[in-house]
């Protein structure tokens, strides 16, 4: 089976059969997308006929916010044109692989998140298969079977946004862990300054803000940072260059570990343009042995689409009806 890479993947019955409708959620701290992902036959690429966005309105609690999906979910339930064989969520947060429930969020930006037991509750409303796995996760897969990797064997995908996630594709499946945790790419060590912090604080869009106001005391949004790096702001461009640099140095080190056939990138920081770039690419052949050089590093395909069709990939998969 390869490797969500769990050969004790839950496997789930249906009903349905092609073509057949998956409804897909991306829960994010701002927003909650919901959308009919289509698949007309097998191994056919999806579409999306149908897609809303709601606020997450966070501070209201994570009940809340559970119910919000809910409501979501059944409208999008209201608007699939074939049968339904499931309900596919990336969510904000650690996903627990066992049970689909929140085992950690950031309590400042989706406050009474952790602990939710998001699967749990859709499968007592719908009653019908799901998956539930981390947003990053989500686009990850969804860049590997439709976007900028498909295609490829194995894969990486750096997504540098306000905060830092990853994952790894091996053999077309998303490579989870022994908890679902795999893949919090932003958590390992910061390769500048002599370490100390992690790879978030200084690649994020969030960390590239907080550089900047420790080096200048002024609190600027990323991309007015990025704007003042081309403007002749030396404060602005060192850290840009850094969170690039940063990003290569560590980017060669998971290379050098699982050999991917291309390195997805993608998310807010990636728009910071050619300092960025280069400083990424610069940093990652000068650390990384010369037979892996010519990595493939490409830019993600699917925009806001990608963790959708993720998490409707990861719900065929739990049914068998992946295609990988």
């Not at 009919?36 to 209201?60: C, D, F, M, N």
């Not at 990486?156 to 830092?164: Q, Y």
């Not at 990323?222 to 850290?239: L, P, Q």
Request: one cysteine or more.
């Amino acid at each position: 089976m390869g490797a969500d890479t769990r050969a004790d993947i839950e496997t789930q019955e249906t009903t349905a059969s092609w073509p057949l409708t998956v409804v897909s959620v991306d829960v994010g701290g701002t927003k909650i997308a919901v959308a009919t992902v289509l698949y007309k036959h097998e191994g056919g690429a999806p579409s999306i006929p149908w897609k809303i966005e709601v606020p997450t309105k966070a501070q209201r609690g994570g009940d809340a916010v559970l119910e919000t999906i809910v409501e979501a979910v059944r409208e999008g339930m209201g608007h699939a044109t074939t049968p339904v064989a499931g309900i596919g969520v990336g969510t904000a947060g650690r996903v627990r692989v066992d049970d689909g429930s929140i085992a950690y969020a950031v309590e400042s930006i989706m406050p009474g998140w952790a602990g939710q037991p998001v699967k749990a509750r859709l499968l007592q409303e719908f009653g019908i298969p799901l998956a539930v796995m981390g947003d990053v996760q989500a686009h990850a897969l969804g860049e590997a079977r439709w976007g900028a990797a498909q295609g490829a064997d194995t894969c990486i995908v750096l997504a540098p946004g306000t905060g830092m996630g990853g994952g790894f594709i091996c053999h077309g499946r998303i490579v989870l862990g022994a908890h679902g945790f795999a893949g919090e790419v932003g958590a390992t060590l910061n390769p500048l300054d002599g370490g100390g912090a992690v790879l978030e604080s200084v690649a994020s869009g969030s960390g590239i803000e907080a550089r900047y106001e420790d080096l200048t005391g002024e609190h600027v949004s990323g991309a007015e940072i990025s704007h003042r790096a081309y403007e002749g702001d030396e404060a602005a461009r060192k850290v840009i260059e850094d969170a690039g640099r940063a990003l290569g140095i560590a980017l060669a080190g998971w290379v050098n570990v699982f050999d991917p056939d291309v390195a997805v990138v993608s998310g807010s920081v990636t728009k910071a343009g050619v300092l960025w770039h280069d400083a990424l690419h610069k940093a990652y052949e000068a650390h990384v042995p010369a037979v892996l050089a010519d990595l493939s590093i490409v830019e993600a395909g699917l925009g806001s689409d990608a963790p959708l069709i993720g998490a409707s990939q990861y719900l065929l998969d739990s049914l068998g009806m992946g295609g990988r």
